[in-house]
């Protein structure tokens, strides 16, 4: 029997160790904020998120892709008092951002929440690219991510390198404003032409550059129906019923601002407003009274795309602006002025005039 038990221990007690390192040195901070260092994070929340969830208190969570990445903790928290924790992620779907919504609420504690409400037309799904198994309960399930040779590599030294344990302060975490590769194209169209001059391969701007020199714009001539149950459907599962289950925290979901310019060469234009519409229209009308919605789609700065790095990414200060209009109780979309708010809307829309770009984009050398 000695000898059994001997042969099970040599077996499985180097694989017990490098669990119990691993799990003390905790890169990702799933577990435990950090032993032996300073804490630092992964840029990208869906890595971080589940850490700062668990060991970081919070009473308001900004949730949204990179429409709210720039709105930082400290931006929050002057605006609105309370202790904020942004957790958007970049370019996510409802779903996978419910993974997120679903473990903040089962922490509790959290008053408000401020969500995007970025529209895309159907299930739109991208929960594949979560590593959902950091979300799990099961700490034997979370150990996953972190049982491969880099990290094995970085716990058996301590390593508190960049690529081990990240080199991010909270405040910076997913905060893209702070990258020239994105704020260098911000003050108007001559640094987009700059920009693509540069690198002719530039993923956001060549496809935008392509549309210049094909010349072929939309407006909005049609009322069409909407074809959104789908989409709203999704939304519901993923969003709203947490919202309806959940009475006692303030939900604000804010209506990204894009440039007019993303709507004139945008070729599915009338079902994309028609069903845009539709959808905050059923938000509306479930009647919430802790859902409010935000919006400056009835504003000039749409049309000024010196605030725009691309189609649809503003500067900071629109992100100060949503925060300040939730707390003033300004541009709000409500029953009784959804009509005239994209009314407004259609209006700058069709009359927005691109042939000023269009004609420097072929001119372009």
């Known amino acids: 029997m000695r000898i059994v038990i001997a ?42 998120a589940p850490g700062l969830i668990k060991n970081y208190e919070f009473d ?15 931006m929050a928290t002057r605006s609105l008092g309370g202790k904020w924790m942004n957790l958007s992620l970049s370019g996510s779907s ?16 959290v008053k408000h929440i401020i969500y995007s409400l970025d529209y895309t037309s159907g299930r739109n799904s991208n929960i594949h690219s979560m590593p959902s198994y950091l979300f799990s309960e099961n700490k ?23 690529s081990c344990v990240g080199l991010k302060k909270l405040e910076d975490v997913g905060v893209w404003a702070k990258n020239p590769w994105h704020t260098k194209r911000f003050g108007g169209f001559e640094n987009w032409i700059k920009e693509f001059k540069r690198d002719k391969n530039h993923k956001q701007l060549k496809p935008h550059f392509n549309d210049f020199k094909r ?16 989409t709203i459907a999704f939304f519901e599962e993923n969003l709203l019923k947490f919202a309806r289950q959940s009475p006692q925290v303030k939900f604000s979901l804010v209506v990204p ?20 519409v539709a959808f905050v229209r059923y938000i509306l009308e479930a009647g919430l009274p802790n859902v409010e919605i935000v919006g400056f789609d009835d504003t000039d700065y749409a049309s000024e795309i010196k605030y725009y790095k691309d189609y649809t990414h503003y500067d900071v200060n629109m992100n100060q602006m949503q925060l300040d209009a939730i707390k003033s109780g300004e541009h709000r979309i409500t029953k009784a002025n959804l009509q005239s708010y994209f009314a407004t809307q259609k209006e700058r829309i069709n009359g927005y005039d691109v042939s000023g770009f269009i004609k420097k984009a072929k001119e372009m050398k």
């Open 94 to 109: 409802y779903d996978s951002r419910r993974l997120v919504l679903e473990k903040v609420l089962q922490k509790g504690g």
């Open 140 to 162: 034997f399930e979370q150990m996953r991510f972190y049982v491969n040779k880099k990290f094995i590599a970085c716990a058996l030294v301590f390593s508190t390198s960049e």
């Open 215 to 230: 010349g072929k714009t939309y407006t909005l001539a049609r009322n069409l129906p909407a074809k959104n149950a789908e």
């Open 60 to 74: 308001g969570v900004i949730l949204g892709t990179s429409m709210l990445e720039n709105t930082t903790p400290q």
């Open 7 to 48: 042969i099970l221990t040599a077996i499985f007690l180097p694989y017990i160790a490098l669990g119990a390192l691993l799990y003390v040195y905790d890169p990702l901070q799933i577990y435990h904020k950090p032993f032996f260092r300073e804490a630092t994070f992964y840029g990208d929340r869906r890595l971080t």
């Open 257 to 276: 601002t894009y440039s007019l310019m993303m709507y004139r060469f945008n070729r599915n234009l009338e079902q994309f407003f028609a069903d845009r």
